[in-house]
């Protein structure tokens, strides 16, 4: 039996980022890394993703599209990521790092008071694929305190960094009250490619529900004026609303 996929290393599709390279279980992570490869030919990642784990929140029934931003808050990046998202009336949802949380809580409050998601991405941002139930159980928990202790908001989503996850995690997640939530559509933001990521919009379908993956970190503080903006812009054209996600 399947017990989880590594979804994606944030970076595309790596199956073998977190996967030790000898184990006694190695023909079920070999079982992984086919299916994942398979997923890639068929250009359908989402779909098999949505199949085998309905549990995860990959896109929603929404008209809108849901912006969504990993490993906040950061000292630069998150500042212009709100200012460029309050300049166009756009709410969205910001999966935080809890240690992040507790360094620059007053960003936290500036999320939820401008009227943003705060939701979970672990304490310090760990691979939980490889982490022991304990572990993962205390990241997760302790990012929600975090959340509730300077935000005033308790998250009810929850991301797995890197997009890694196995069955136990998304048991431990529903144990502690969180739905797992994945994307549609990564936008690569920390590759700083501006053509790539302009053809990468032009080329995807979007559509209602949609869960787009960016990043406010030390990758992105530089590009992030560019990339949410022309995001931004280019489905504004197409007459697509924007809202924090919700299922």
Not at 128 to 157: N, Q, W
Not at 159 to 171: A, D, H, Q, V
Not at 213 to 239: C, I, M, P, Q, W
Request: hydrophobic share 40%; with cysteine.
């Amino acid at each position: 039996m399947v017990s989880g996929i590594p979804a994606t290393n944030g970076r595309g599709y790596n199956v073998m980022s977190g996967v030790p390279a000898t184990s006694g279980r190695g023909c079920r992570y070999k079982l992984w890394a086919l299916m994942t490869h398979a997923a890639i030919i068929l250009k359908y990642p989402i779909a098999l993703i949505e199949r085998l784990f309905p549990s995860i929140l990959c896109r929603t029934k929404s008209q809108g599209i849901h912006l969504t931003f990993d490993d906040g808050p950061h000292p630069a990046a998150t500042p212009v990521v709100l200012d460029i998202l309050k300049q166009f009336g756009i709410q969205a949802t910001f999966f935080l790092n809890g240690e992040h949380i507790d360094w620059y809580p007053e960003l936290v409050r500036r999320i939820v008071k401008e009227g943003h998601s705060a939701q979970n991405h672990g304490y310090t941002h760990r691979n939980l694929f490889r982490c022991s139930a304990a572990v993962v159980k205390d990241e997760l928990l302790k990012t929600t305190e975090a959340i509730m202790r300077h935000g005033g908001s308790t998250p009810k989503y929850f991301r797995p960094p890197f997009g890694f996850f196995r069955n136990e995690t998304l048991k431990i997640a529903a144990e502690c009250s969180l739905k797992p939530v994945l994307w549609s559509f990564d936008s690569k933001d920390y590759f700083h490619r501006e053509k790539t990521f302009d053809r990468s919009i032009a080329r995807h379908t979007f559509t209602g529900g949609e869960i787009l993956l960016f990043h406010d970190n030390e990758s992105t503080y530089g590009s992030a004026e560019k990339t949410v903006r022309s995001l931004v812009d280019f489905l504004s054209k197409r007459h697509f609303a924007f809202s924090a996600i919700e299922e």
